[in-house]
């Protein structure tokens, strides 16, 4: 079993439209939750960072915590087309700073 | 503040070469650094961590006298890649985190390494 899944897409939606995200963890101990935007050929940029249950907002960006269920999800509203990415999901897991990230969910924002 | 810098940002060699990137924290200290390579259209695969002033940790699976990594002070790693051949062909990228507990990583913009 993977230790963080996401489903990898393409998850396509038109322009404007709530994207949203999910991914789920195993290991219960983990107590803190990232968001990764890959654009094709860059390396990974870091766009919200969740600690606690519940939801935490930054721009048309929220991150959404459930630790009882094990759940992360992000939530991108009034999608762009510049939004078109993969999204990874990543826990600190085991202590230390290392992270395990999920495969990535391809969006797919279309006009 | 975090930033990683990482260069070359791309690198094209003939096969045999050996080819050394650099990965440097600019704004903090990172004890840990960590190496990933990605391949075309797949994940990113983790394939070593770098720790100051000791010996690496890899992954399963990564040679460690094939991919050389050196952490000799508190804002920078080095990885090179011993006789490089065209199966190493990747996009190799690194990343830091502060020295403070529930930190991100923050990546470096990678390196397109092309062996010819």
């Known amino acids: 079993q993977k230790e963080v899944e996401q489903n990898s897409g393409p998850l396509s939606v038109p322009e404007g439209a709530i994207a949203s995200l999910n991914c789920t963890y195993s290991?219960?101990?983990?107590?803190?939750f990232f968001w990764y935007r890959q654009y094709s050929g860059k390396s990974p940029e870091l766009i919200m960072s969740?600690?606690?249950?519940g939801d935490k907002e930054d721009g048309r960006f929220t991150a959404q915590l459930n630790k009882a269920s094990q759940y992360v999800s992000l939530l991108i509203r009034d999608s762009q087309p510049s939004d078109s990415a993969t999204y990874l999901c990543?826990?600190?897991?085991?202590?230390?700073?290392?992270?395990?990230f999920g495969t990535g969910t391809q969006l797919k924002v279309e006009l | 503040g975090a930033v990683v810098s990482q260069h070359p940002s791309r690198v094209i060699c003939k096969s045999g070469t050996s080819v050394k990137i650099e990965c440097r924290s600019l704004?903090?200290?990172?004890?840990?650094m960590f190496w990933y390579r990605q391949f075309p259209k797949q994940s990113l695969m983790l394939m070593a961590t770098?720790?100051?002033?000791?010996?690496?940790?890899?992954e399963q699976g990564v040679e460690k006298d094939k991919f050389l990594i050196n952490h000799a002070s508190l804002t920078l790693s080095t990885l090179t890649v011993t006789s490089a051949h065209p199966e190493d062909s990747s996009f190799y990228i690194c990343?830091?985190?502060?020295?403070?507990?529930?930190?991100?990583?923050?990546f470096g913009d990678g390196t397109r390494l092309s062996i010819l």
């Open positions: 770098s720790n100051e002033g000791s010996k690496a940790t890899y």
């Open positions: 969740i600690y606690s249950n």
């Open positions: 704004d903090f200290q990172a004890t840990t």
């Open positions: 990343s830091a985190s502060p020295d403070r507990d529930n930190q991100p990583q923050h």
């Open positions: 990543a826990a600190l897991t085991g202590g230390g700073n290392k992270l395990t």
């Open positions: 290991d219960r101990v983990s107590q803190s």
